[in-house]
């Protein structure tokens, strides 16, 4: 980066502060952001650009460059149990993601999801109904030539449940 680019960069730190302390009014932070945020982006593609364009010359920059995108984040912050100690120990940081992660699929709402539900009773609410008329519409509005989804299910496939029906 140049000493533009990391100018701006400062900038848009310096405009955060100050429209967290009420300094800076809300578009003004924005347009910073937007500036920064633009010239980044053009700088990081004209890196990327020169990187491909001399893979044959330079080698080693552009392996370098791909291994610190495959860098990744080896452990876990600190983690807090149900009762709000520390968890230490491995096997009480798995027990604990395990439980956040299985209480997204059984409802069970534990004392760090809580704020997440916070105004919203959805022990007493009914649950959703879908009704047929639904499907159709949403399976009439599907875009066939579109690629399947998480589901594997080709909208092609879909499409054809439809019209056989």
């Known amino acids: 980066m140049n000493k533009e680019l990391l100018g701006k960069v400062r900038q848009k730190k310096e405009a955060y502060r100050g429209w967290k302390q009420g300094q800076v009014a809300w578009e003004e932070y924005r347009e910073t952001v937007r500036a920064a945020r633009d010239q980044v982006r053009k700088a990081k593609a004209l890196t990327e650009i020169s990187l491909a364009r001399d893979v044959k010359d330079n080698k080693k920059s552009f392996y370098r460059y791909v291994s610190e995108k495959r860098r990744t984040r080896e452990n876990v912050g600190p983690l807090w149990n149900e009762t709000g100690d520390l968890v230490t120990q491995d096997m009480e ?14 409802g069970k709402c534990l004392s760090h999801t809580a704020q997440v539900t916070e105004g919203r009773d959805w022990e007493n609410a009914e649950p959703p109904t ?20 998480p589901d594997e299910m080709h909208p092609w496939d879909l499409m054809s449940c ?3 029906s």
């Open 162 to 164: 439809i019209r056989g």
């Open 93 to 106: 940081e798995a027990e604990v993601l395990n439980d956040f992660f299985a209480s997204v699929f059984t």
């Open 130 to 149: 879908v009704g047929e008329d639904q499907v159709r519409e949403y399976l009439r509005k599907l875009k066939v030539h579109k690629s399947m989804g």
